[in-house]
């Protein structure tokens, strides 16, 4: 019987001399207690040394992975097929089954051979002669190294450290630039206030400065590589005119190194925002198409690294950046917030402002999948985010057309709608509203009541009485009527004034007595 034994530094078949000790599985390792004993029971018969790590990593993760290596089937090749009658002792037994499919030798796999290989390790150093225990375990030790990063995933393209100093330092550069420019045009605007008004743009005023210095310079100065032909013009014609203050020479000197520093500073932050680029699309190329380089590395930033951002569910990245407002919201019961960071990218900030709630949710959860795909993936491809960003565009088109549509219990036919009928009320012209006269009285209306009543009380149930239909009044019975009304009132009044002198004489004559009697007293 042969045995395959892999180390850190090659692969050493040994031949068993004494088959019959390997019955005893339990008193096996009493045969492995010294150098001697165990070369009574094996016997090295060739050893296949790794040239480097790397072919030492390749060896190792095709084990692993249960795969036959180059180096392996060469050394497979050499010695076990001229012995093929011998049968091949292995650790692993999905190993044993693809050599056997591919080379035709016969694997062996059991708690013995277990054991068998846990013996020979004990004693790997006398056994395997021609290798230094120094340099095996060097060798081991930088196997385990690599081999840890290869089960890692570790690459240095993967550090997202680089990343969040990345956009820390671009965030940096724009408030510095912001700075600078300002004090620029500040400073140059004493000189020449009109160019400031003309030159929008901030690279191409701070070129300009540079190049004119003093503005009694602008006639012969060629500002077509910088400005085009029309802003030349309005700017040797402001020139002419500018009622700005005179500078020396001094003065001129420090403002272009100023401007120097501008445009070394504005050149260098459009290095570092290709570096920010190519290195989002590297380390987590789903979550940069999904919401861009610059909101997906700020998203990286604030959660400390892309494992930490993997780690936290969609609706924390949905609201990451807006700490402050939420905890706020919280306190005094209002409505939280309804995005963050994720506010910038480019998919919420093309809706309009009542859809930017539900697109901003969308997109969260895209990202985190995103965000868990590009950290715990094993594909670096962006697919997976192309393919969701195109559904979050077409869900986008559905919102702003307003096109969204029931979808009935099959999920295939569309539900059906009743057919719209417009229901008007017709309404009749009522005539009795036109006259402002009534027609009677408010107490002839209780008379008549009152008369109704009786008339009920007294009719039986049999007999229904018949009211005596009103006869149409004369233009006479109706002055009489107005007239009437309108004394009612009248007669009101007088009485209420009788009743007020009333109580004042009363009041006038007990005054007279209480008079009367202080004054008999």
Request: proline share 3%; aromatic share 4%.
């Amino acid at each position: 019987m042969l045995v395959l034994f892999e180390t850190a530094a090659g692969y050493a078949i040994f031949k068993v001399l004494d088959e019959s000790k390997l019955q005893q599985v339990d008193n096996l390792y009493k045969e492995f207690e010294t150098p001697e004993k165990a070369n009574k029971i094996v016997k090295l018969k060739h050893f296949e040394k790794f040239q480097d790590t790397t072919e030492a990593l390749a060896a190792a993760t095709a084990l692993v992975e249960g795969k036959i290596g180059k180096s392996l089937k060469k050394v497979l090749k050499k010695v076990v097929a001229k012995e093929a009658h011998e049968q091949l002792a292995i650790s692993d037994a999905k190993l044993g089954g693809v050599i056997k499919d591919k080379l035709d030798v016969s694997c062996v796999h059991s708690p013995a051979v277990a054991e068998l290989m846990r013996c020979i390790r004990s004693q790997m150093e006398s056994l395997i002669t021609g290798l230094p225990p120094r340099e095996i375990s060097a060798m081991s030790l930088g196997l385990a190294h690599s081999l840890s990063r290869y089960k890692l995933k570790f690459s240095p393209d993967k550090v997202d450290t680089m990343i969040v100093q990345a956009i820390s330092l671009l965030d940096d550069l724009d408030k510095e630039l912001n700075n600078y420019i300002m004090r620029c045009r500040e400073w140059y605007g004493w000189h020449f206030p009109e160019l400031g008004k003309v030159i929008t743009d901030n690279l191409a005023y701070c070129k300009s400065v540079r190049k004119i210095g003093d503005r009694t310079n602008v006639a012969g100065s060629d500002l077509s590589d910088i400005l085009p032909e029309e802003i030349e013009a309005e700017v040797k014609l402001a020139a002419e005119i500018s009622m700005g203050t005179e500078v020396s020479e001094q003065d001129i000197g420090n403002i272009r190194h100023l401007c120097d520093q501008v445009i070394e500073i504005t050149d260098y932050r459009t290095q570092l925002y290709d570096y920010l680029k190519n290195r989002m699309m590297a380390i987590a190329p789903n979550l940069t198409v999904l919401v861009g380089e610059l909101v997906g590395a700020r998203l990286i930033s604030h959660a400390g690294s892309l494992l930490n951002l993997a780690k936290h569910p969609a609706s924390t990245v949905q609201i990451l950046g807006a700490e402050k407002a939420l905890f706020r919201a919280l306190k005094t019961r209002k409505d939280t917030p309804k995005y963050g960071l994720i506010y910038h990218a480019s998919l919420v900030g093309q809706t309009t402002a009542k859809n930017k709630g539900k697109i901003s949710r969308m997109l969260a959860a895209k990202a985190a999948l995103a965000i868990r795909y590009d950290a715990l993936g094993e594909d670096t491809n962006a697919e997976m985010g192309a393919e969701n960003r195109a559904k979050l565009e077409a869900r986008l088109r559905q919102l702003e057309e307003k096109g969204i549509r029931r979808i009935s219990g099959t999920g295939k036919a569309m539900a059906k709608t009743d057919k719209y009928q417009h229901k008007s009320e017709v309404r009749i012209y009522d005539p009795s509203g036109d006259s402002t006269i009534p027609s009677t009285s408010k107490k002839r209306k209780f008379e008549e009541v009152e008369d109704d009543e009786a008339a009920d009380e007294t009719a039986t149930p049999a007999v229904k009485s018949k009211k005596p239909k009103k006869e149409p009044k004369t233009e006479e019975e109706e002055e009489e009527a107005v007239t009437a009304e309108a004394e009612e009132p009248r007669e009101e009044e007088e009485e209420q004034v009788a009743a007020v002198e009333t109580t004042e004489k009363k009041k006038k004559k007990k005054k007279k007595k209480v008079k009367e009697e202080e004054e008999d007293d």
